[in-house]
């Protein structure tokens, strides 16, 4: 009788085991699937952001903007590679952004054909893409988003006219990607060269000359910029056109002593180059509004997707900061 009695409470309590671990089990798996449900209610759609260099603050703020705009619409965008293991390229992005079926596409792109395949076939699949701050401009892409690179030119040959004396001959070089597979920087140029010929005082020469750097990675960037300060002749002016550069001139100016001797016409807004700018060793820097950027290519993909047609060419503020006005955005900087 005592067996029994024990078999059967055993018996009892194991039956109560199974129930509850049962019951735990099947409500987790409703709580999940619930869980899912909700998510997937919560945002009407899903957008990859590809850019080269996203640990950047160019691109982070961008990123943020892009980010901001879409919860404002209940739209889930993403930085393509931020939760990878290893680093992939702009091309394996592009395809694994493709393959996950997302809505939309946010990219930085180049003129190559490789690229201009990848956003056609992206289109084809029904997935429309924006291209932020450089363009693909032959392939199927909706919009483009980012700064006129002859209006860039022309604040930057502003400042170059600045830097003028008369009687005396300035030598300005303008740094420019070795790899890039676009014409953007060639327009660039074109506005610094056009604002400079059209100078009313003419007495003064200034001679413009284009110097290539190797943007593979930051350690070659900051090699091709050594180099040029180990020539023996160094231009009174450096014009970067990215913030990587800037910050590598200005690193070189400090490194080989030629403050007050080199002016910097520098590339966005880091804290660095604040800083440098405070310190009167980069004389100005040239803004985008990153964040703004973000904001309307998510404006430009969502009105694609619900009527259509979007605007195919927008163009994001920009301004130029010196020591005139730099402790503003130093405090700006700090708020945030």
């Known amino acids: 009788m005592r067996g029994r009695k024990r078999y059967l409470g055993i018996s009892v309590f194991t ?18 699937r619930e869980l899912q449900q909700e998510q997937e209610k919560l945002y009407k759609a899903r957008y990859a952001m590809i850019v080269e260099d996203r640990k950047t603050p160019f691109w982070q703020s961008a990123y943020e903007g892009a980010r901001q705009e879409g919860a404002n619409r209940d739209i889930l965008v993403e930085l393509a590679g931020t939760e990878l ?4 390229s702009m091309a394996d992005l592009m395809r694994i952004a493709i393959y996950s079926k997302v809505d939309g596409i946010i990219l930085e792109a180049d003129e190559s054909r490789e690229m201009t395949a990848l956003i056609n076939e992206a289109v084809a699949q029904g997935i429309n893409v924006v291209t932020i701050y450089s363009d693909n401009a032959q392939s199927d892409r909706c919009s483009f988003v980012g700064v006129g690179g002859y209006k860039l030119g022309q604040e930057y040959g502003r400042e170059v006219l600045k830097c003028a004396v008369e009687g005396e001959t300035l030598k300005v070089a303008v740094l420019v990607s070795s790899t890039a597979n676009d014409t953007g920087q060639n327009i660039l140029y074109s506005g610094i060269q056009d604002t400079v010929d059209r100078r009313e005082n003419k007495d003064a020469q200034i001679e413009l000359s284009l110097v290539q750097v190797d943007n593979t990675n ?3 960037v900051e090699e091709s910029i050594r180099d040029l300060f180990m020539e023996e002749e160094l231009p009174d002016v450096i014009v ?5 550069n800037t910050t590598c001139t200005y690193q070189a100016v400090v490194d080989y002593n030629k403050v007050g001797l080199v002016k910097i016409l520098g590339y966005y807004e880091s804290d660095t180059i604040l800083k440098a700018i405070e310190r009167k060793v980069i004389g100005a820097t040239l803004t ?8 309307y290519c998510v ?4 009105e694609y997707r619900e009527i259509g047609t979007t605007s195919q060419y927008s163009t994001v503020d920009v301004k130029m900061i010196d020591n005139s006005n730099v402790s503003q955005y130093v405090v700006d900087a700090h708020a945030k």
């Open 15 to 32: 039956g109560i085991f199974f129930l509850l671990t049962l019951g735990i089990g099947l409500a987790f798996f409703y709580n999940a």
């Open 85 to 88: 293991s290893k680093d992939y």
């Open 218 to 220: 930051a350690f070659s």
């Open 240 to 244: 970067c056109l990215d913030e990587l």
């Open 288 to 295: 985008v509004n990153t964040e703004q950027m973000g904001r």
């Open 299 to 302: 404006k430009a993909l969502t």
